[in-house]
């Protein structure tokens, strides 16, 4: 039941115990335990032992399902295209617009091989080339993210990635359209109907019928990001994701309600996200709590935002913007909206944030489904050291070192005495025998 009154807690950054109060906040436990984790280093090793039989075995198990054949599992581009021919035309072009923004951004990201030549002829360089496959995980059951289709599979596809396998749970056989039809825009190439722990696994290693692959992208619940973790050396991954998070900055003349439904808008995740607003009016943090009272009963998920605000919800006070940058790096939040007069005076102080949304009208929202950028960001802090997923995420960096006889004599002499100064002889003479 919701409570009558959310009350995010109240910080004031003068106050002597604002940092340790501030680091209590932010907390995070790990996406798993060590109960988890024995359970799903079983499902791997099931997997990769018995292949296409654990992964039925495991489908009819976890999603009562009652199927004898990978086949009965497995989803071609006919399927796909049947999905997104059903859907209703509004929800298509929504699909259409939101793909075509995110593809256009991406391909800004495209990078390009490169080399230079040195006086004496060498070469040296960098060729950029595209992953083989990329698997994407799309969660199902409850949940539908047709929007976590397109943001993963076009980016994939814009770095040339030849082939895209998407693994989706199918709870008693049940699909979301739309997220087939997401599928059929972004180019996906093959799905199959298996999900967790199980499904990570097959990726990683491959069945008889699911191709492995080099990189698996997407979200999932805790026994995907512990079996993402497990496999991780086996096949890249993009990260190990924790609750979503929004940080909002505002001078205190943003719409309270704008700000309120901002902060709700990423609570309604999970009970574990965390929505966080930073003003150096308290008066307008008082009308904002005043606007999370009045509109929250207005939400259907107004049990999961009311507890994820009172569990890991605050209003924070500052003596100014300058001191609410600062927060905002000690932060790294996976999502920082500037609804301030002039953001672009604040956004050259901002180091650490996964998405960046400028002025009063740039809503998070926005961000989540059709402004172009990647909607899949670091979180617990990791926008420190980590970055959006992007076409860099799906392509490789070779580099490139064609010596010219008179370069390779030269540099030869160089690696000789370095070779010898760590003790490796063969290395040494390897480099001396081009030595003129």
């Given at each position: 039941m919701t409570p009558e009154v959310v009350a995010p807690?109240?910080?004031?950054?003068?106050?002597?115990?604002?940092?340790?109060?501030?680091?209590?906040?932010?907390?995070?436990?790990?996406?798993?335990?060590?109960?988890?984790?024995?359970?799903?280093?079983?499902?791997?090793?099931?997997?990769?032992?018995?292949?296409?039989?654990?992964v039925l075995e495991y489908t009819c198990r976890f999603d009562r399902r009652q199927i004898t054949s990978m086949a009965e599992l497995t989803l071609g581009s006919e399927h796909l295209q049947k999905a997104l021919d059903a859907i209703q035309p509004e929800q298509r072009a929504?699909?259409?617009?939101?793909a075509s923004r995110i593809r256009e951004y991406h391909q800004h990201q495209q990078q390009s091989s490169w080399n230079y030549r040195e006086s004496d002829g060498t070469l040296l360089g960098q060729q950029v080339t595209p992953m083989d496959r990329v698997g994407l995980y799309v969660p199902?059951?409850?949940?539908?993210?047709?929007?976590?289709?397109?943001?993963?599979?076009?980016?994939?596809?814009?770095?040339?990635?030849?082939?895209?396998?998407?693994?989706?749970?199918?709870?008693?056989g049940g699909l979301d359209?739309?997220?087939?039809?997401?599928?059929?825009?972004?180019?996906?190439?093959?799905?199959?109907?298996?999900?967790?722990?199980?499904?990570?696994?097959?990726l990683a290693y491959g069945t008889q019928t699911i191709p492995r692959v080099d990189k698996i992208v997407g979200p999932?619940?805790?026994?995907?990001?512990?079996?993402?973790?497990?496999?991780?050396?086996?096949?890249?991954?993009?990260?190990?994701?924790?609750?979503?998070?929004?940080?909002?900055?505002?001078?205190?003349?943003?719409?309270?309600?704008w700000i309120a439904m901002d902060l709700f808008s990423q609570a309604e995740h999970d009970e574990d996200a965390q929505a966080?607003?930073?003003?150096p009016d308290r008066d307008f943090l008082g009308q904002v709590q005043e606007s999370i009272n009045r509109l929250l009963p207005t939400l259907e998920r107004k049990g999961i935002i009311a507890a994820s605000l009172n569990k890991r919800g605050a209003l924070i006070a500052v003596p100014d913007l300058e001191s609410a940058c600062e927060l905002v790096n000690r932060i790294a939040p996976e999502h920082l909206e500037l609804s301030v007069e002039n953001p672009e005076t604040l956004l050259p102080k901002i180091r650490h944030a996964g998405a960046i949304f400028m002025g009063r009208y740039t809503a998070e929202a926005l961000g989540d489904y059709c402004a172009g950028p990647n909607h899949v960001l670091p979180t617990s802090g990791t926008a420190r050291f980590s970055s959006p997923l992007g076409v860099y995420d799906f392509q490789k960096r070779s580099s490139v070192i064609h010596f010219s006889e008179q370069g390779a004599s030269e540099m030869g002499k160089v690696a000789s005495v370095l070779a010898r100064g760590e003790s490796l002889t063969a290395h040494a003479r390897s480099a001396e025998y081009r030595i003129k």
């Open positions: 807690i109240q910080l004031d950054f003068s106050s002597p115990e604002f940092f340790s109060q501030l680091d209590a906040l932010l907390a995070w436990e790990s996406v798993s335990n060590d109960s988890i984790q024995q359970r799903v280093k079983e499902i791997i090793d099931q997997v990769r032992k018995h292949k296409d039989q654990a929504a699909l259409e617009t939101a199902g059951g409850r949940a539908s993210y047709p929007s976590s289709v397109l943001m993963n599979a076009i980016p994939a596809s814009v770095a040339g990635v030849p082939e895209v396998v998407m693994v989706v749970p199918a709870p008693e359209e739309l997220v087939l039809a997401a599928a059929a825009i972004a180019g996906v190439n093959r799905v199959f109907t298996i999900g967790g722990a199980q499904a990570v696994a097959a999932g619940n805790v026994y995907v990001a512990t079996a993402k973790r497990e496999v991780f050396g086996q096949v890249g991954i993009d990260m190990i994701a924790g609750p979503s998070e929004i940080l909002v900055v505002c001078d205190g003349k943003s719409n309270p309600d966080i607003l930073i003003s």
